[in-house]
């Protein structure tokens, strides 16, 4: 499944094929299969791509074998799947949470990267599975075949979440309420600096993010015979960017800022009308990001009054911090110590790995009384996430959902 998985990578909000898989397996086991519009809230996804980029991706996962009565439902970006099955006893409710997205990366054609000379390399140009999503979503399918026996009581709850990259999807599933009835969440990733047969039970160090692409508009007119008429878009942007990069660091914790993209104009001799930044920023604390966006912001408006431009702001992605629960790391960490896969095991570890929209999910579980973990699972990689020759140790995924097959049953109960 990883395999097929990795061949056939999807990134966010197009992951039409891997749903389709998901959701026919997960009914074929008896499972409540919920998806399309009534698993995500439309309005609340976040970085959504073009209608053509969405319906380029339909046609491609039709033509690759996706059930089209399922992925129908799933038009428009729609690519959330959750799973749900009641134990043969009345009991509390465990939520599971897996990625399922890839990334806009080439993947390595040498000859020392297994899934090129396996085989299964990606058959799409410049997408690839460069962080282990497509391990992620095996793992979850191989838990809800172990649990499709039903014997544990309460509810299970299997959500394969689109769009992780970015951070943009999973508020939008927790806008729909499916993670209110939760008692206990779990969420995971496999490798990040951790190497097989190692595993924390929790994670620290998860950052605050807000993702943004800032649109400026202005007049195009020649820029010889009448700059003055023309009001240059460029120019703003690039008063913006230089700005941005100027705001000073905080007493108060760690904080990021990075324009990524800086994009306008046509021709040398015309004064642009149109440039596009995309940047984003960070931080250990949601209060310090929150007041870097505020600033970004205003930065933005008045680079663009500066040369008398507009300037659209959208937000395309966000997330914030993780925090775990020690009760739920304990139960991590006590059902990891009778699987001899695991035999380095730790109940926390400080990550350098950027951001995870799972917050959002913790958070509204904790809200309501609930209790989870973010797991890191172990895997020898080749090379860091989101370069070409990324790649996962498979001996991993067996005892991965294996282990969560026992976390379920143990709380279950």
Not at 6 to 15: R, S
């Amino acid at each position: 499944m990883r395999r097929d998985l990795h061949a056939h990578p999807e990134v966010g909000f197009t992951e039409f094929r891997t749903a389709s898989i998901v959701a026919g397996l997960l009914s074929s086991w008896g499972y409540t299969t919920v998806y399309g519009p009534e698993a995500l809230d439309g309005a609340v996804r976040k970085g959504v791509p073009s209608a053509g980029i969405l319906e380029a991706a339909y046609e491609r996962a039709l033509e690759d074998g996706a059930d089209p009565d399922i992925v129908r439902r799933m038009k428009g970006g729609y690519t959330a799947v959750i799973g749900i099955l009641q134990g043969k006893r009345p009991g509390p409710a465990a939520a599971f949470r897996f990625d399922m997205d890839a990334l806009p990366v080439t993947e390595s054609r040498g000859e020392q990267h297994l899934p090129h000379r396996e085989g299964f390399a990606s058959r799409y140009s410049g997408i690839m599975h460069a962080c282990g999503h497509d391990g992620h979503t095996a793992i979850g399918l191989a838990l809800a075949e172990q649990l499709a026996d039903r014997e544990f009581a309460g509810t299970l709850k299997l959500i394969f979440q689109p769009a992780e990259e970015g951070v943009r999807g999973a508020e939008a599933i927790v806008s729909k309420g499916w993670l209110d009835d939760a008692d206990y969440l779990f969420c995971h990733h496999l490798a990040t600096d951790a190497v097989s047969g190692q595993l924390f039970a929790g994670a620290l160090g998860f950052l605050a993010t807000t993702k943004l692409t800032a649109e400026f508009r202005g007049i195009s007119s020649h820029a010889g015979a009448a700059p003055e008429l023309g009001r240059n878009a460029l120019l703003g942007a690039a008063a913006a960017l230089l700005n941005i990069h100027a705001i000073p660091r905080h007493s108060g914790g760690q904080t990021f800022v990075n324009v990524g993209v800086l994009q306008g104009g046509t021709a040398a001799n015309i004064v642009p009308e149109q440039a596009r930044l995309v940047l984003e920023c960070r931080s250990d604390s949601l209060e310090i990001n929150n007041d870097l966006e505020r600033r970004i912001r205003r930065i933005l408006q008045h680079s663009a009054e500066m040369y008398e431009l507009s300037c659209e702001v959208e937000v395309t992605g966000a997330a914030i911090p993780v925090h775990c629960d020690e009760e739920a790391v304990r139960i991590v960490a006590e059902e990891a110590a009778g699987h001899p896969a695991f035999r380095s095991i730790s109940e926390r570890v400080a990550v350098a790995i950027g951001s995870e929209d799972a917050g959002f999910m913790m958070q509204r579980v904790q809200q309501r009384g609930g209790i989870s973990t973010y797991m890191i699972i172990g895997s020898d990689r080749p090379a860091a996430h989101h370069q070409p020759e990324f790649d996962i140790d498979e001996a991993v995924l067996a005892p991965a959902a294996n282990l969560l097959a026992g976390i379920a049953r143990k709380v279950l109960v």
